[in-house]
T-cell receptor
Framework: KAGVTQTPRYLIKTRGQQVTLSCSPI?????VSWYQQTPGQGLQFLFE???????NKGNFPGRFSGRQFSNSRSEMNVSTLELGDSALYLC?????????????FGPGTRLTVL | DAKTTQPPSMDCAEGRAANLPCNHS???????VYWYRQIHSQGPQYIIH???NNETNEMASLIITEDRKSSTLILPHATLRDTAVYYC?????????????FGTGTRLQVTL
């Protein structure tokens, strides 16, 4: 079974631009979560999507948004990029059940904002 | 979700058991203990999780104290490829929500 895939793997943008990152979950997984990892703040939860609906959100400004499609693929968008948005953005997918399930992470997209 | 405390770093000789401790003294009755690891420049990898009983899988064993206030992840025969940052996470059984709250983890260095 193929793992979680993220595209692109690397991205360079300039301040003020906007960026869209893509995540394809493991087949059959309907929950997709996004995380930001920086040296200073570590791994932080951005949001989670399930059945095309955002059902959990971390403490990030409104410039960070996402969506999920009917095939469970997800995209996240960051508008008006700032230098501090430089980070590794990780996507994770999981099955949905009555008890917490393990999340499977993709390799991440490394975003550099100049 | 409860807060966890882990030592910032540990060393282990290859072939020996690596025992990684985690303190979660404020854990609630419905909260699970999860362990993930992150090898440099890769996404985190799930290792194991448990509620109150000890658990074992092909990667590791998880020992949870009877009062559930602490746990230990055991890698029985550490190899160089086990060098990574190990995260202990406590997560409530909130039905289907999947949020993970990562701390700073323990950086395990396996040496020859």
């Amino acid at each position: 079974k193929a793992g979680v895939t993220q595209t692109p793997r690397y991205l360079i943008k300039t301040r003020g631009q906007q960026v869209t990152l893509s995540c394809s979950p493991i087949s059959g997984h309907r929950s997709v979560s996004w995380y930001q990892q920086t040296p200073g703040q570590g791994l932080q939860f951005l949001f989670e999507y399930f059945s095309e609906t955002q059902r959990n959100k971390g403490n990030f400004p409104g410039r960070f948004s996402g969506r999920q499609f009917s095939n469970s693929r997800s995209e996240m968008n960051v508008s008006t990029l700032e230098l501090g948005d430089s980070a590794l953005y990780l996507c994770a997918s999981s099955l949905v059940g009555l008890t917490p399930n393990e999340q499977f992470f993709g390799p991440g997209t490394r975003l550099t904002v100049l | 979700d409860a807060k966890t405390t882990q030592p910032p770093s540990m060393d282990c000789a290859e072939g020996r058991a690596a025992n990684l401790p985690c303190n979660h003294s404020t854990i609630s009755g419905n909260e699970y203990v999860y362990w993930y690891r992150q090898i440099h420049s890769q996404g985190p990898q799930y290792i194991i999780h448990g509620l109150k009983n000890n658990e074992t899988n092909e990667m590791a064993s998880l020992i949870i104290t009877e009062d559930r206030k602490s746990s230990t992840l055991i890698l029985p025969h550490a190899t160089l490829r086990d060098t990574a940052v190990y995260y202990c996470i406590v997560r409530a059984n909130t039905g289907t929500a999947s949020k993970l709250t990562f701390g700073t983890g323990t950086r395990l260095q396996v040496t020859l």
